[in-house]
């Protein structure tokens, strides 16, 4: 009689670097509580992965339709959203009734929000499945009442946002596609689409800690899906706990950082001296924008670390870099975690991407908010209002909206005003201390019976039981 199997768990992230990495450091998780997993992603994204930074578990491919050059090749957004899901859907199918004819077989689906439509594969195929918010719950409580006629857009410009669990929100806290409704149309319909089916999921997973967003996660609890579970942070367990031997980056880069340079530049500078600038791997300043943060971060006298991607390189004012090379460092990407958990940084200049704003809070770092699109803005207000680990800097008179995508340009002075608030001033010690306190309850929950940490271990041992399989020992 052979022994029995542990469940098998596809993993299935949007494809982009801010969804792929919590959902492989989840899939870590798991199998460090004795899961099998595998990663299925496009095959367009394989070819921009770096060989050496390949995670230990299996990696398997499907089509998103665009094949050679993946979405910088579709001819819009709504073509490539379209594709991916109507190619992915025959491509992820085959692909899953592979892996069970060759001895591999699926027991669920973990799949992105941000793809709905992988739910209907794994119902269809009879497969369990979970899904996986890569967003803050408070940001996906906005979505879901939108989704569900809740929440009525566009809003009016006076309007204040009031929703359970929540903080009342001005327009422009909430995120860029119900504030600015009929932006990016796309991408729009397929966040807010998250919702169309997630009834019909067996497990609810939200990347985030209960105590961060305690109030909105009982709520969401208590009326929408009582078996909601938080299993964040999703950052590398070096950061957290530590029990996750080797785990010491997320695993897959699909930027390729100059580490050596950036380091090395930090441990040359002072503790707490730096000021650490970055948007992201999606977000783009306008030309306009650039030059302001250029002036900010030169005019306030820090030394500054800022990433800038290589496409967005042309956009810094002539002659930047040489004029400021003995203040600042300016790199295409860089070991972002690293990073932040150096003790040359003092402050975070960010877009406020929820991934960036998990790894400021889990390492302690305050933050200088420059929301630019999606769940941005409702992340800054979490940070300047509820966690208080941060400031928000905000437009000012004199630049015109159609300077940039999403609101006004936010001019030199108010950044750099920001900047030194967080660096030097009285409201920045009290912020100081506030990320010391939330460091410490992401490592809380992280850690062996926090609420994360119990809330894994109640997934894997209700997904084991579902699937008629072993239900492995957390303990060993």
Same mark, same amino acid.
């Given at each position: 009689?052979?022994?029995?199997?542990?469940?098998?768990?596809?993993?299935? *992230?949007?494809?982009?670097?801010?969804?792929?990495?919590?959902?492989?450091?989840?899939?870590?998780?798991?199998?460090?509580?004795?899961?099998?997993?595998?990663?299925?992603?496009?095959?367009?994204?394989?070819?921009?992965?770096?060989?050496?930074?390949?995670?230990?578990?299996?990696?398997?491919?499907?089509?998103?339709?665009?094949?050679?050059?993946?979405?910088?090749?579709?001819?819009?957004?709504?073509? /490539?959203?379209?594709?991916?899901?109507?190619?992915?859907?025959?491509?992820?199918?085959?692909?899953?009734?592979?892996?069970?004819?060759?001895?591999?077989?699926?027991?669920?689906?973990? /799949?992105?929000?941000?793809?709905?439509?992988?739910?209907?594969?794994?119902?269809?195929?009879?497969?369990?499945?979970?899904?996986?918010?890569?967003?803050?719950?408070?940001?996906?409580?906005?979505?879901?009442?939108?989704?569900?006629?809740?929440?009525?857009?566009?809003?009016?410009?006076?309007?204040?946002?009031?929703?359970?669990?929540?903080?009342?929100?001005? *327009?422009?806290?909430?995120?860029?596609?119900?504030?600015?409704?009929?932006?990016?149309?796309?991408?729009?319909?397929?966040?807010?689409?998250?919702?169309?089916?997630?009834?019909?999921?067996?497990?609810?997973?939200?990347?985030?800690?209960?105590?961060?967003?305690?109030?909105?996660?009982?709520?969401?609890?208590?009326?929408?899906?009582?078996?909601?579970?938080?299993?964040?942070?999703?950052?590398?367990?070096?950061?957290?706990?530590?029990?996750?031997?080797?785990?010491?980056?997320?695993?897959?880069?699909?930027?390729?950082?100059?580490?050596?340079?950036?380091?090395?530049?930090?441990?040359?500078?002072?503790?707490?001296?730096?000021? /650490?600038?970055?948007?992201?791997?999606?977000?783009?300043?306008?030309?306009?924008?650039?030059?302001?943060?250029?002036?900010?971060?030169?005019?306030?006298?820090?030394?500054?670390?800022?990433?800038?991607?290589?496409?967005?390189?042309?956009?810094? *004012? *002539?002659?930047?870099?040489?004029?400021?090379?003995?203040?600042?460092?300016?790199?295409?990407?860089?070991?972002?975690?690293?990073?932040?958990?150096?003790?040359?940084?003092?402050?975070?200049?960010?877009?406020?991407?929820?991934?960036?704003?998990?790894?400021?809070?889990?390492?302690?770092?305050?933050?200088?908010?420059?929301?630019?699109?999606?769940?941005?803005?409702?992340?800054?207000? /979490?940070?300047?209002?509820?966690?208080?680990?941060?400031?928000?800097?905000?437009?000012?008179?004199?630049?015109?909206?159609?300077?940039?995508?999403?609101?006004?340009?936010?001019?030199?002075?108010?950044?750099?005003?920001?900047?030194?608030?967080?660096?030097?001033?009285?409201?920045?010690?009290?912020?100081?201390?506030?990320?010391?306190?939330?460091?410490?309850?992401?490592?809380?929950?992280?850690?062996?019976?926090?609420?994360?940490?119990?809330?894994?271990?109640?997934?894997?041992?209700?997904?084991?039981?579902?699937?008629?399989?072993?239900?492995?020992?957390?303990?060993?």
């Amino acid at each position: 009689m052979e022994p029995p199997r542990s469940a098998h768990v596809l993993i299935v *992230p949007y494809p982009a670097q801010g969804h792929m990495n919590p959902m492989l450091q989840f899939s870590k998780r798991l199998i460090s509580k004795g899961l099998k997993a595998t990663l299925a992603t496009t095959i367009s994204i394989t070819s921009s992965m770096h060989a050496s930074a390949q995670p230990s578990f299996p990696i398997e491919t499907f089509s998103d339709g665009y094949d050679v050059g993946g979405f910088a090749l579709a001819e819009s957004t709504g073509a /490539y959203l379209a594709s991916l899901q109507s190619v992915g859907s025959e491509t992820l199918t085959a692909l899953i009734e592979r892996l069970d004819r060759t001895g591999c077989p699926v027991d669920a689906v973990i /799949y992105d929000g941000f793809l709905p439509w992988v739910l209907d594969v794994a119902k269809r195929l009879g497969k369990l499945a979970a899904v996986f918010f890569t967003q803050s719950c408070a940001v996906n409580s906005v979505y879901y009442h939108v989704q569900r006629g809740l929440l009525q857009v566009p809003l009016r410009a006076d309007a204040m946002v009031e929703l359970p669990g929540m903080p009342p929100l001005r *327009p422009e806290e909430t995120p860029s596609f119900v504030y600015a409704y009929g932006s990016y149309p796309a991408f729009a319909t397929l966040i807010i689409g998250q919702f169309s089916n997630v009834d019909r999921a067996d497990f609810v997973l939200f990347c985030s800690f209960y105590e961060l967003e305690a109030e909105v996660v009982d709520w969401i609890r208590a009326k929408l899906w009582p078996s909601a579970r938080t299993v964040g942070p999703t950052i590398p367990s070096l950061y957290l706990d530590g029990r996750l031997q080797h785990d010491t980056d997320y695993g897959i880069d699909l930027f390729k950082p100059n580490s050596a340079a950036c380091m090395g530049w930090l441990c040359r500078k002072g503790p707490g001296s730096v000021v /650490y600038v970055s948007f992201g791997s999606m977000a783009e300043l306008g030309p306009v924008q650039m030059a302001e943060l250029a002036s900010a971060l030169k005019n306030s006298g820090y030394q500054f670390l800022w990433i800038v991607r290589s496409t967005e390189m042309p956009k810094l *004012p *002539p002659g930047f870099t040489a004029e400021t090379a003995n203040q600042g460092l300016v790199m295409t990407w860089c070991p972002q975690l690293q990073v932040l958990a150096h003790e040359a940084v003092g402050c975070f200049v960010t877009h406020c991407g929820w991934n960036s704003v998990q790894e400021a809070i889990s390492l302690g770092v305050p933050v200088v908010a420059m929301p630019q699109w999606t769940d941005q803005g409702t992340n800054a207000k /979490y940070v300047e209002d509820v966690w208080r680990i941060g400031v928000r800097a905000r437009p000012e008179s004199g630049h015109r909206e159609e300077d940039r995508k999403d609101g006004n340009i936010i001019g030199s002075n108010a950044i750099e005003r920001c900047i030194k608030e967080v660096m030097e001033g009285e409201r920045g010690k009290e912020m100081k201390r506030n990320c010391l306190r939330w460091r410490n309850l992401a490592k809380e929950a992280a850690g062996e019976g926090g609420s994360s940490d119990k809330n894994i271990d109640d997934f894997v041992a209700q997904l084991s039981s579902a699937c008629s399989v072993s239900v492995p020992n957390p303990k060993s």
